[in-house]
Antibody, heavy 113, light 110 residues
Framework: EVQLVESGGGLVQPGGSLRVSCAASGFTFSSYWMNWVRQAPGKGLEWVANIKQDGSEKYYVDSVKGRFTISRDNAKNSLYLQMNSLRAEDTAVYYC??????WGQGTLVTVSS | QAGLTQPPSVSKALRQTATLTCTGN????????AAWLQQHQGHPPKLLSSRNNNRPSGISERFSASRSGNTASLTITGLQPEDEADYYCSAWDSSLSAWVFGGGTKLTVL
């Protein structure tokens, strides 16, 4: 089955770190750009970052530059988002997405003391 | 980063036609086209139309996308109750090297 499954969300204090993961299956993961998109409670979609097939190019939304790092392991069919210096405004459901066509169910990250 | 502009809400009667708009600039919509996504409450988004206005397999022909200059449009014909959802447009911005989203339009089917 073609799917993406996120994991690793949870409650973290402001200034803390968290890594969320996305496991891909059912397609050739190494052939696709991959994205992280987030959605704050009751708000719209916000693109966070993407990464090229071989990891050689990465792009980020301004609000996370220098704090978040996107990476991938093609051998493990996995996508990651390392989030450091977390802020309350980073609270959101984090989705991984392929081409905006295939989406995971999302993982909730809550930044609160 | 500046996003794309969508009307916050649109209301149309059952079986009527709704046209949703998405305005950007020459670096995003005008240059790269816009994708359209539908999201029902509590669910991940679903791609309705890619940047080149193609519908993915399984998407109803009632959904059609187009573009004129810096404005993209999504037309939904024969509105059904299940079309009530939030609709987002998105485009790659070549000056920002980033994807930008619209704020979303909540479509209500009366």
């Amino acid at each position: 089955e073609v799917q993406l499954v996120e994991s690793g969300g949870g409650l973290v204090q402001p200034g803390g770190s968290l890594r969320v993961s996305c496991a891909a299956s059912g397609f050739t993961f190494s052939s696709y750009w991959m994205n992280w998109v987030r959605q704050a409670p009751g708000k719209g979609l916000e693109w966070v970052a993407n990464i090229k097939q071989d990891g050689s190019e990465k792009y980020y939304v301004d609000s996370v530059k220098g704090r978040f790092t996107i990476s991938r392991d093609n051998a493990k069919n996995s996508l990651y988002l390392q989030m450091n210096s977390l802020r309350a405004e980073d609270t959101a459901v984090y989705y991984c997405a392929r081409d905006f066509y295939l989406w995971g169910q999302g993982t909730l990250v809550t930044v609160s003391s | 980063q500046a996003g794309l502009t969508q009307p916050p809400s649109v209301s149309k009667a059952l079986r009527q036609t709704a046209t949703l708009t998405c305005t950007g600039n020459s670096n995003n919509v005008g240059n790269q086209g816009a994708a359209w996504l539908q999201q029902h409450q509590g669910h991940p988004p679903k791609l309705l139309s890619s940047r080149n206005n193609n519908r993915p397999s399984g998407i109803s022909e009632r959904f059609s996308a187009s573009r004129s200059g810096n404005t993209a449009s999504l037309t939904i014909t024969g509105l059904q109750p299940e079309d009530e959802a939030d609709y987002y447009c998105s485009a790659w911005d070549s000056s920002l090297s980033a994807w930008v989203f619209g704020g979303g339009t909540k479509l209500t089917v009366l």
